[in-house]
């Protein structure tokens, strides 16, 4: 299983942009989908976790972000509207399974002032 990050890109401060996560292949025992962001000099933080009971978000983008996922594209979605220049950051998406964890390569996203 692969996963592919796409969406990122340079926008202006409380612009949208909306990533997207493909994963090639099937998941089995799938137990939730996160994304995560790290920002230059900082480390990698939790930003938006979704099980099949529970959709949560760090303090930091609630609100204002969306994860969703789209099983039968098998791609997941982390939809950013009001973005803030503290958003900038490589976004990465992450897919946990009850055997093991997959990450996607990350996505650039610069928001400008």
């Known amino acids: 299983v692969q996963l592919q990050a796409s969406g990122g890109g340079l926008v202006q401060a409380g612009g949208s942009l909306r990533l997207s996560c493909a994963n090639s292949g099937r998941i089995i025992g799938l137990k939730a989908v996160r994304w995560y962001r790290q920002a230059p000099g900082k480390e990698r933080e939790w930003v938006a976790i979704?099980?099949?009971?529970?959709?949560n978000y760090a303090d930091s983008v609630k609100g204002r972000f969306t994860i969703s996922r789209d099983s039968a594209k098998k791609t997941m979605y982390l939809q950013m509207d009001t973005l803030e220049p503290e958003d900038t950051a490589v976004y990465y998406c992450?897919?946990?399974?009850?055997?093991?964890?997959?990450w996607g390569q990350g996505t650039q996203v610069t928001v400008s002032s």
């Open positions: 979704l099980t099949s009971g529970t959709i």
């Open positions: 992450n897919i946990e399974t009850v055997y093991t964890n997959f």
